[in-house]
Nanobody, 124 residues
Framework: QLQLVESGGGLARTGESLTLSCAASGRALDRYTMGWFRQAPGKERKFVASIQWTGGSTQYTNSVRGRFTVYRDVPIGVGYLQMNSLNPEDTALYYC?????????????????WGKGTLVSVSS
């Protein structure tokens, strides 16, 4: 059974950086895409970025493109979300998720395995 564990959240000030990690275990990942989503208080969960485990093709939502970088370490099964130039609008609970590459994309329903989330809080 595929399991995901996020880490790396915390407090940051505007302009600072954080890197989130997502450790995957329990299943071969070659057919999966790892997605990163975030949910701010009182708002719906939204797509941030994704990376295809095989090939490394990436996608980003417009608000983070150029500031965030998604990458993965295939041999150890860990994905990362490097977040630079953080601002208060980035404050949210961040989730990693895995979905079949054929169906994943930018929508929550495209992912069927989720981590528990890690909180990122950015102050001005």
């Amino acid at each position: 059974q595929l399991q995901l564990v996020e880490s790396g959240g915390g407090l940051a000030r505007t302009g600072e950086s954080l890197t989130l990690s997502c450790a995957a275990s329990g299943r071969a990942l070659d057919r999966y895409t790892m997605g990163w989503f975030r949910q701010a208080p009182g708002k719906e969960r939204k797509f941030v970025a994704s990376i295809q485990w095989t090939g490394g093709s990436t996608q980003y939502t417009n608000s983070v493109r150029g500031r965030f970088t998604v990458y993965r370490d295939v041999p150890i099964g860990v994905g990362y979300l490097q977040m630079n130039s953080l601002n208060p609008e980035d404050t949210a609970l961040y989730y990693c998720a895995m979905g079949d590459t054929r169906y994943s994309g930018e929508y929550v329903y495209g992912y069927d395995v989720w981590g528990k989330g890690t909180l990122v809080s950015v102050s001005s």
